[in-house]
């Protein structure tokens, strides 16, 4: 029955990429479909498989191909399901926003995937990734490397293209088990490295992390429907944070502090 369900789901797609792709991103940006994916993103993963071995890494890298002809000079936001969760077309209307998020990326798919993002020659990129390394036991300096190749290439490759690197956000460990190595605590050094890493690139690192965050650190319950994923409310919030970036408004490079919410 499962595998049924993904059947359909794959013919759904394809069927609705070729007419429709404002549809098609509201149909995967739905939570429960994001949980669908979530369970196919399990079938027959193991802890030490790349990321691009599973079957919703693949659906997701298809409907891109069907989509990509429509999709130069955009504006990026690259991700694992934080950015996919969230419909940039409704939050940023009449700007060319894409959302190559896939639910259970890591830095290695993204490795993997970085051709197509490259391929677009996009305005800018938005780029949040390293949670799911964490939960699949990733050594932070192994997830650091992995980081710092995925900048080095878009230095070269699209020199003149901003990059907004955007904190890792925490999870809620009393809403959603802690996993592998993934704690608040090893997410905040993440964070410490990637932003070392965006100076040393030359990109402007976001730090999005204070009005998602309670006085412990965790990622506040009204902005989260399962301790780790965002709600509406929450990409609400996001949308405020990037505002100006994402119209071009601020272009000069430098550490932006997200601002505490009190939504």
């Known amino acids: 029955m499962r595998k049924a369900i993904v059947i359909i789901l794959l013919v759904a797609m394809v069927g609705l990429a070729e007419t429709q792709d404002g549809l098609i991103e509201s149909v995967l940006a739905n939570q429960k479909v994001a949980g669908a994916l979530s369970w196919v993103n399990t079938i027959g993963r193991k802890t030490d498989d790349p990321a691009y071995l599973n079957l919703n890494y693949r659906l997701r890298r298809f409907y891109f191909s ?9 504006i990026v936001f690259f991700g694992d399901s934080i950015t996919f969760g969230a419909n940039w077309q409704q939050l940023f209307p009449g700007y060319p926003v894409v959302n190559r998020g896939i639910s259970g990326d890591t830095t290695l798919g993204l490795l993997n995937r970085q051709d197509e993002i ?4 996009p305005q800018r990129i938005f780029l949040m990734i390293g949670t799911n390394d964490l939960c699949f036991g990733r050594p932070i300096d192994k997830l650091v490397e992995n980081y710092r190749h995925i900048l080095a290439r878009f230095r070269t490759e699209l020199p003149n293209t901003p990059v907004y690197v955007q904190s890792v956000l925490p999870f809620n460990d009393q809403m959603f088990p ?18 070392k890493l965006a100076m040393e690139y030359n990109y402007t690192y ?20 399962d301790g780790l994923h965002l709600n509406q409310n929450a990409y609400q919030v996001w949308r405020t944070q990037i505002d100006s970036f994402v119209k071009g408004k601020v272009t000069t490079t430098l550490v932006q502090k997200g601002n505490r919410s009190d939504q």
């Open 66 to 74: 069907l989509t990509a002809d429509g999709s130069h000079n955009p």
């Open 118 to 121: 490259i391929a677009l020659h």
């Open 206 to 225: 976001l730090d999005l992390t204070a009005p998602y965050s309670d006085q412990d650190g965790r990622l506040l319950p009204q902005y989260t429907y």
């Open 178 to 195: 802690a996993k592998g190595l993934r704690q608040n605590e090893n997410i905040r050094k993440i964070n410490v490295e990637i932003r």
